[in-house]
């Protein structure tokens, strides 16, 4: 390729330099730490917080009928709703801040949270 000869021993070492931060950046940028607690949300609006260092069940109301959420084990997740694809049931177990689960026909969410916000590409 002709535009290699173009290149001398510093244009490498920047290149090289450039990757090497990126590479070393990735991991940090979406490192959000441990996840803390889980926040259910219901019609929009914060129904429960819950602490994930406590194992504990609840049920949660909806307009089709109660959706059923568990935490056990720092990790938390969707039982059963009543929706009809099961989409956040099928997210399973949510251990990582920044995880959710929505079900959206009966209006139902469940994020994880730690001491510090994910990042992710919605945020940028």
């Keep these: 390729m002709p535009w290699r000869g173009l290149l001398r021993p510093g244009d490498w070492l920047i290149v090289a330099l450039g990757t090497a931060l990126c590479a070393a950046a990735f991991p940090l940028a979406w490192q959000a730490g441990i996840a803390e607690k889980a926040v259910v949300r ?31 084990r720092r990790r938390v997740r969707v039982v059963s709703d009543p929706g009809p694809r099961q989409y956040c049931v099928r997210q399973g177990w949510l251990s990582r801040p920044g995880q959710i689960a929505i079900c959206a026909p009966n209006e139902v969410s469940v994020e994880v949270r730690g001491a510090k916000e994910a990042y992710d590409s919605l945020n940028y």
Excluded at 44 to 69: H, K, M, Q, Y
């Design 42 to 72: 219901q019609g929009g609006t914060v129904f429960a917080e819950l602490d994930l260092s406590r194992n504990r069940r609840i049920e949660v109301p909806g307009p089709l009928g109660s959706t059923v959420i568990a935490v056990d």
